[in-house]
């Protein structure tokens, strides 16, 4: 992992796009769990969402940032695993006019998780990344890719073992990875108005959340 801050200019696009990132697992890493169920607890979406009234609705970025803030466009969390690390972290487009504050959300909400959240969203969130895991193992090629990734990176585990992997999971251990990751450097990409650019806070600042 290597930290990455990058600003785009386009002065004819109204949105401003910010992605917040940092180090997440390897796809072979016991945090792996951790990381996936993180991204399941943030969630998110975009402000209108083909998928019918109410979807998403419990996820905490849809209920705190899409809900609140009208702004804002599309708010989802990202959780990508690779061989040797990770990126994980969240995605936002909103209207410039209030764009220099995306960052700040973004870093206020991680900093929420990482000291706790309800006992309800976390169980929601376990319960909702095992239907995930299990209704994708219904698919052939889903399942042909997992068999791949599973045989080149670490020993089978079957979907019961997954799921009591994640039945394991605390909130100590959503925190000590969350904040694991905040310590570290954050990635910043931002594409949108130049003035509106100038405005966001740079990773420097970010860190002190």
């Known amino acids: 992992y290597q930290r990455r801050v990058r600003a785009t200019a386009e002065s004819a696009t109204p ?3 910010v992605a917040l990132g940092f180090e997440g697992a390897s796809v072979s890493s016991d945090d792996v769990y951790t990381a996936c169920l993180l991204q399941q607890l943030l969630g998110g979406g975009d402000a209108f969402s083909t998928g019918g009234p ?14 609140r803030h009208p702004m804002v466009e599309t708010c989802v969390a990202f959780n990508n695993c690779y061989a040797e690390t990770g990126l994980f972290g969240i995605f936002t487009s909103m209207n410039d006019a209030r ?9 206020n ?9 309800s006992d309800d969203h976390f169980r929601r969130a376990k319960n909702q990344l095992k ?17 791949v990734r599973q045989t080149i990176h670490h020993p089978h585990n079957n979907a019961r073992d997954v799921c009591a992997r994640i039945d394991a999971l605390t909130q100590d251990d959503l925190s000590a990875f969350l904040r694991r990751a905040l310590l570290g450097r954050p990635s910043l990409l931002s594409f949108g108005a130049p003035d509106t650019l100038q405005n966001l806070p740079d990773c420097e600042q970010l860190q002190q959340y």
């Open 131 to 147: 239907g995930t895991v299990l209704m994708n193992l219904e698919s052939r090629i889903v399942l042909f890719e997992d068999l």
């Open 54 to 67: 109410g979807k998403g609705m419990h996820s905490l970025l849809y209920r705190d940032v899409l809900a």
């Open 99 to 107: 764009a220099t504050d995306v960052a700040s959300m973004m870093a």
């Open 15 to 17: 949105v401003v796009h």
């Open 109 to 117: 909400m991680l900093v929420r998780v990482a000291r706790g959240v």
